[in-house]
């Protein structure tokens, strides 16, 4: 259990820094010896089939780049290495000689990793190549805002039992970011402007229960009492947004240790016009989703406003397109190869299971790629502009 410190009498803090302490503290979750994988299932846990079109993308960012003598991996939020290792072994032989992988961890270097993979807590400055990042902008923390009784956007507070209450309204830099990108700010006679046409992949469906995007069921309640607006026209009481600021700020600085190549983040994503009313925010521990807690006793999680994260020149896609444009089908093998080959039909038909489950719609299938090409044109076609 983490110690965390109070902001204020009544033992209530933002929810950015008690998340930051609960998740990346001394006895944080993520310092637990089992890592991710121990509580919540991602694409790379699933098959390797992905850490494979990973590595096929790696190599068009290579030809791309005109195969330079040294081309970099950079995993962020790297788990326990799981990923930058499958993608090295999938490479072709001449590629992996030129390749190297950067894992970029707050946790430990897990013992027994491949001495050929650097074990960084930052990202490596200047490097050329492909930097990717799944499932890491959900665990960057922020803060959460909230409608009150009067129409006034609030700050949430937490204690370390979960229990919240409401703080000031949020100011500067963080009531900018949700004027622009998650309006709240209703207040009698001046009502929520219209919803906008999404400018990204569709929203992601309820995904299956052991995928880690499955926020169902604790995206607080179902409709607030008077819907979206309030009964005299004001946000309605309960409405909520998480204040993706320091998601955007970590991605440009990821995106900027690029020298050259191709950055990609994958989350569970949402987009302008189609923001859950009542935020994402919610809890893992041990392959199931809890109320998020934060003692240190399981992940904190919030999907991710990857729209707001992308910088010029990006693009965005779902998973289901990404993965089908490197390769990766749900189909299943004709079953004329059940009669010539029994054993590499069982082997396609396990593969197309996989693939099936990466690709879902309501699952992974519906995840973002943001796609962010540095110096090179994008090597993966398809996916709409965001407006930056
Ligand atoms: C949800 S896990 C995803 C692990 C892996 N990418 C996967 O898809 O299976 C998020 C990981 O990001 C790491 N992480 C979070 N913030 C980080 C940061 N600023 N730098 C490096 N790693 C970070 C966490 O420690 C955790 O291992």
Same mark, same amino acid.
């Given at each position: 259990?983490?110690?965390?410190?109070?902001?204020?009498?009544?033992?209530?803090?933002?929810?950015?820094?008690?998340?930051?302490?609960?998740?990346?503290?001394?006895?944080?979750?993520?310092?637990?010896?089992?890592?991710?994988?121990?509580?919540?299932?991602?694409?790379?846990?699933?098959?390797?089939?992905?850490?494979?079109?990973?590595?096929?993308?790696?190599?068009?960012?290579?030809?791309?780049?005109?195969?330079?003598?040294?081309?970099?991996?950079?995993?962020?939020?790297?788990?326990?290495?799981?990923?930058?290792?499958?993608?090295?072994?999938?490479?072709?032989?001449?590629?992996?000689?030129?390749?190297?992988?950067?894992?970029?961890?707050?946790?430990?270097?897990?013992?027994?990793?491949?001495?050929?993979?650097?074990?960084?807590?930052?990202?490596?400055?200047?490097?050329?190549?492909?930097?990717?990042?799944?499932?890491?902008?959900?665990?960057?923390?922020?803060?959460?805002?909230?409608?009150?009784?009067?129409?006034?956007?609030?700050?949430?507070?937490?204690?370390?039992?979960?229990?919240?209450?409401?703080?000031?309204?949020?100011?500067?830099?963080?009531?900018?970011?949700?004027?622009?990108?998650?309006?709240?700010?209703?207040?009698?006679?001046?009502?929520?402007?219209?919803?906008?046409?999404?400018?990204?992949?569709?929203?992601?469906?309820?995904?299956?229960?052991?995928?880690?995007?499955?926020?169902?069921?604790?995206?607080?309640?179902?409709?607030?009492?008077?819907?979206?607006?309030?009964?005299?026209?004001?946000?309605?009481?309960?409405?909520?947004?998480?204040?993706?600021?320091?998601?955007?700020?970590?991605?440009?600085?990821?995106?900027?240790?690029?020298?050259?190549?191709?950055?990609?983040?994958?989350?569970?994503?949402?987009?302008?016009?189609?923001?859950?009313?009542?935020?994402?925010?919610?809890?893992?521990?041990?392959?199931?989703?809890?109320?998020?807690?934060?003692?240190?006793?399981?992940?904190?999680?919030?999907?991710?406003?990857?729209?707001?994260? /992308? =910088?010029? *020149? @990006?693009?965005?896609?779902?998973?289901?397109? %990404?993965? &089908?444009? !490197? $390769?990766?089908? +749900?189909?299943?093998?004709?079953?004329?190869?059940?009669?010539?080959?029994?054993?590499?039909?069982?082997? /396609? =038909?396990? *593969? @197309?299971?996989?693939?099936?489950?990466?690709? %879902?719609? &309501?699952? !992974? $299938?519906?995840? +973002?790629?943001?796609?962010?090409?540095?110096?090179?044109?994008?090597?993966?076609?398809?996916?709409?502009?965001?407006?930056?």
């Amino acid at each position: 259990m983490s110690a965390v410190r109070c902001d204020r009498a009544d033992g209530a803090r933002g929810w950015r820094p008690a998340t930051e302490e609960a998740l990346y503290g001394p006895s944080g979750f993520y310092r637990r010896p089992e890592g991710p994988a121990g509580h919540f299932r991602t694409s790379v846990h699933a098959s390797p089939l992905f850490a494979g079109a990973v590595a096929r993308l790696l190599c068009r960012v290579d030809e791309a780049l005109a195969h330079p003598a040294d081309l970099a991996f950079v995993d962020i939020g790297a788990g326990r290495g799981e990923l930058v290792t499958g993608v090295l072994k999938a490479l072709p032989a001449e590629v992996a000689s030129r390749a190297r992988g950067h894992a970029v961890e707050r946790a430990a270097r897990p013992p027994g990793l491949d001495h050929r993979i650097e074990w960084l807590p930052e990202p490596p400055p200047g490097v050329t190549g492909l930097l990717f990042a799944n499932e890491w902008l959900d665990n960057v923390p922020l803060d959460v805002a909230e409608v009150d009784a009067e129409g006034t956007v609030r700050l949430v507070l937490v204690r370390e039992d979960g229990t919240e209450a409401l703080g000031e309204p949020p100011a500067g830099a963080e009531a900018e970011w949700l004027a622009r990108w998650w309006p709240l700010t209703g207040t009698p006679g001046s009502p929520l402007p219209p919803p906008e046409a999404p400018n990204g992949p569709p929203p992601p469906e309820e995904p299956p229960e052991d995928v880690h995007a499955s926020a169902a069921g604790l995206q607080g309640p179902a409709q607030a009492p008077h819907g979206p607006h309030g009964p005299h026209g004001q946000a309605a009481e309960g409405l909520r947004a998480e204040i993706g600021l320091p998601r955007d700020a970590a991605w440009a600085a990821a995106v900027a240790s690029l020298g050259r190549g191709l950055a990609v983040a994958v989350d569970y994503a949402h987009f302008a016009g189609a923001r859950p009313p009542f935020g994402t925010l919610t809890g893992f521990r041990d392959g199931r989703e809890t109320a998020p807690v934060p003692d240190g006793s399981c992940d904190i999680t919030a999907h991710v406003a990857l729209d707001a994260c /992308a =910088l010029p *020149g @990006a693009r965005l896609l779902s998973q289901r397109e %990404a993965l &089908g444009a !490197l $390769g990766v089908s +749900g189909e299943r093998p004709s079953l004329a190869l059940a009669s010539t080959d029994p054993t590499a039909y069982v082997r /396609a =038909l396990a *593969g @197309a299971g996989e693939a099936a489950e990466l690709t %879902a719609r &309501g699952g !992974l $299938g519906d995840f +973002g790629w943001l796609l962010q090409p540095v110096g090179i044109p994008n090597p993966l076609a398809g996916g709409e502009q965001p407006s930056t």
